[in-house]
């Protein structure tokens, strides 16, 4: 077995070959994609990924709170505001709730979280609790699934209107916004994660490091699977009720 590390431009095609398993590929995104999801399986997927959305900040800023390079957090802090908004921008948490009101769920419902999934809350906990305890380094290069989401973004601006008419046109600007966010995103993500992992060792880890983040993403669809396609929430087989617990704020 080779221990010599790649060099950065190997490196880096090792981290993009990861796409190989990106979401995009899980069959419920391909069923969103080509039209045949059904508006509570198009609802299910926006209210559980509003949990997602929520949590992007408090990751970022546990990378923050554990980064003592100011250079890096003066940079790091805009995917904070991105997300956040700030005086005159609404942010992107803000456009996922117009994204629910376009496709026809209430506000304040959403906010509940009462939606969200047990298997989703742990993946998305997951993704913040290994923020909070990796080092900034390790922490900022998970970040890097980002390299294939203007891709994903994209594919909904082209795809959706046509198969969903129902859905309010105004709903996609969270979409459209994400695809220079997230460029930028990575060209920041990718610089330090190039220059933190230079060893053999190091390397493979980073790519464990993104398996786990695709991971993440790629638990949340099955959770999602599990609810809307099969008809099988949890405790399907003893109650309709969602009596799942709401999050304990841990
Ligand atoms: O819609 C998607 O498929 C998707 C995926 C990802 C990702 O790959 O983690 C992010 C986003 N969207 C996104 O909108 C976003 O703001 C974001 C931040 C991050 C991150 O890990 O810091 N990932 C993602």
New binding site residues.
């Given amino acids: 077995m080779s221990t010599t590390a790649m060099t950065p431009q190997a490196f880096e095609q090792a981290l993009r070959d990861k796409g190989a398993y990106y ?1 995009i590929h899980h069959p419920y995104h391909v069923a969103m994609h080509s039209g045949t999801a059904s508006k509570e399986q198009i609802r299910g997927w926006v209210a559980n990924r509003f949990y997602y959305q929520i949590n ?1 900040p408090m ?2 800023a546990a990378i923050m709170a554990n980064c003592p390079d100011r250079d890096i957090r003066r940079e790091w802090v805009q ?1 904070m505001l991105d ?1 956040d908004g700030l005086q005159g921008d609404d942010g ?1 948490i803000e456009a996922w709730l117009r994204l629910a009101e376009a496709v026809g769920l209430e506000r304040q419902q959403v906010l509940s979280g009462e939606l969200v999934l047990p298997g989703v809350r742990f993946a998305v906990d997951a993704y913040v609790n290994f923020a909070r305890r990796a080092s900034w380094q390790e922490a900022a290069s ?2 890097l ?2 390299l ?2 203007p891709h ?2 994209q594919s909904r601006l082209d795809a959706w209107p046509q198969h969903y008419p129902w859905i309010d046109e105004r709903g996609y600007e969270y979409f459209r916004k ?1 695809l220079s966010e ?1 460029r930028r ?1 990575v060209e920041h993500g990718l610089s330090i994660t190039l220059a933190h992992y230079t060893t053999y060792e190091q390397q493979q880890r980073m790519l464990e490091i993104l398996q786990f ?1 695709l991971d993440v ?1 790629w638990s949340m669809l099955d959770a999602m699977s599990m609810a809307y396609e099969l008809n099988r929430p949890p405790y399907h087989s003893v109650t309709g009720d969602r009596v799942w617990h709401r999050g304990l704020g841990v």
């Fill in positions: 979401h992007i990751k970022d995917r997300h992107g998970s970040s699934t980002e294939f989401a994903i973004h994400r997230a995103d983040k993403l």
